[in-house]
Each structure stands twice: as structure tokens, then as C-alpha cells.
T-cell receptor, first 110, second 115 residues
């Protein structure tokens, strides 16, 4: 089964709206968790990461907190911009095994 | 600092043929991982090379094979191509194997179409 499950898209928001993209994972041990972003026509870029429970990753106004008790790593941003339109991937790595979610397409309209 | 580069950008092959995709890792990186990203899906891990040795493999058949060279560049070879092999193939490099939680830097990918 899937090791990373993220909210299905597409998600369409107006500029300055609040964003949440849910992500849950399954893994043995203590995985590291990531959010990657893929802009149109480009490769994946690391957005943020957290390597242990209760860590908060943040970058460019995006945040995600590693919640071991709920096995979650939800992505949030308080005020999205048109330039945030992209596909967002949640991922986890544990030993030599990196798994990605299916991706959530975000479109932000002016 | 040069980022991760991949070649070719696009490739069209027919079923049963063989293909070789190439990746140059970022300067200072000794670990390369390959992923297959089908349309509308997340990347699926194929395998990883660390210091010229395979260092982990995903659920892909043996017709997917790879190499890493002394300069840490890498090749992905796929034999006996099938229609379902059509995908974007991504290469990522890092300064350590994935198990350390280290950041992977992705290339732009090679779009393979199998007819």
C-alpha cells in the first residue's frame, strides 16, 4: 500500500487565502519528512523538511510540523500568492526508502 | 555551482527497444537516485547509487539497471521497453545517502515516450 497519502487535488484558492494540504505517512522507525514543489515545466524543489518528531519545517511562508502521534505532516501557508501555483508533493524517507505522495495541484487565482 | 543535469530532455522509443538516460550530479555530491514519475503521479523510487555501488532499490524489474561512474555521474538503462514505461524519469543527487535525511536536488527530468 501507499506509504504517503496526501490530500487529493486540484485545490483552487483566491490570492491571500489560507492553505492546508494534508499529508499522512506510514513507516517503520523514525522517518524524515519533506515537502517538495514542482512548478510548471520544472523539476522538484525541496520546500521544507523535518527530521524528527515535533520539528517544524518552514520556508517562503510555508510551514509543516512533524506529528508522530498522528503520523502527519500537513503543509500550511497563511496567505497564498499566484506564484504559489504548482504541484506539491509530500515525501518520507526511512533508511534507504524514499516514498512520495501522488501530489496536490494548487492553483491560486488573483 | 552546477546543478543536476539530465539528458536527453525528451526521447521517443518503440516497444521492445532499449534506452539509456544520463544524469550529472551536483558538484560535491556522491549519491544519485533515480525516480519514475508517471503522468499525474508522484515519483516512484527506482534505485540509488552511492560511491558507484547500488545502495537500495525500489519495486522495479531487473530490466531497469544503472551505473554510477567515478565522477558520480549516472546512467539509467531500461531494456525491453513497455508502453507503461512512458514517464518522466527524474534523477536526484545528494551529498549523502537518503537514510541520513539529507536534501536531494532534482534534475529537470527526461520525458520518455514508448510507442
Amino acid at each position: 500500500g501507499d506509504s504517503v497519502t496526501q490530500m487529493e487535488g486540484p485545490v483552487t484558492l483566491s490570492e491571500e487565502a489560507f492553505l492546508t494540504i494534508n499529508c499522512t505517512y506510514t513507516a517503520t522507525g523514525y522517518p524524515s519528512l519533506f515537502w517538495y514543489v514542482q512548478y510548471p515545466g520544472e523539476g522538484l524543489q525541496l520546500l521544507l523538511k523535518a527530521t524528527k518528531a515535533d520539528d517544524k519545517g518552514s520556508n517562503k511562508g510555508f510551514e509543516a510540523t512533524y506529528r508522530k502521534e498522528t503520523t502527519s505532516f500537513h503543509l500550511e501557508k497563511g496567505s497564498v500568492q499566484v506564484s504559489d501555483s504548482a504541484v506539491y508533493f509530500c515525501a518520507r524517507t526511512n533508511n534507504n526508502d524514499m516514498r512520495f505522495g501522488a501530489g496536490t495541484r494548487l492553483t491560486v487565482k488573483p | 555551482e552546477t546543478g543536476v543535469t539530465q539528458s536527453p530532455t525528451h526521447l521517443i522509443k518503440t516497444r521492445g527497444q532499449q534506452v539509456t538516460l544520463r544524469c550529472s550530479s551536483q558538484s560535491g555530491h556522491n549519491t544519485v537516485s533515480w525516480y519514475q514519475q508517471a503522468l499525474g503521479q508522484g515519483p516512484q523510487f527506482i534505485f540509488q547509487y552511492y560511491r558507484e555501488e547500488e545502495n537500495g532499490r525500489g519495486n522495479f524489474p531487473p530490466r531497469f539497471s544503472g551505473l554510477q561512474f567515478p565522477n558520480y555521474s549516472s546512467e539509467l538503462n531500461v531494456n525491453a521497453l513497455e508502453l507503461d514505461d512512458s514517464a518522466l524519469y527524474l534523477c536526484a543527487s545528494s551529498s549523502q545517502p537518503r537514510g541520513s535525511g539529507n536534501e536531494q536536488f532534482f534534475g529537470p527530468g527526461t520525458r520518455l515516450t514508448v510507442l
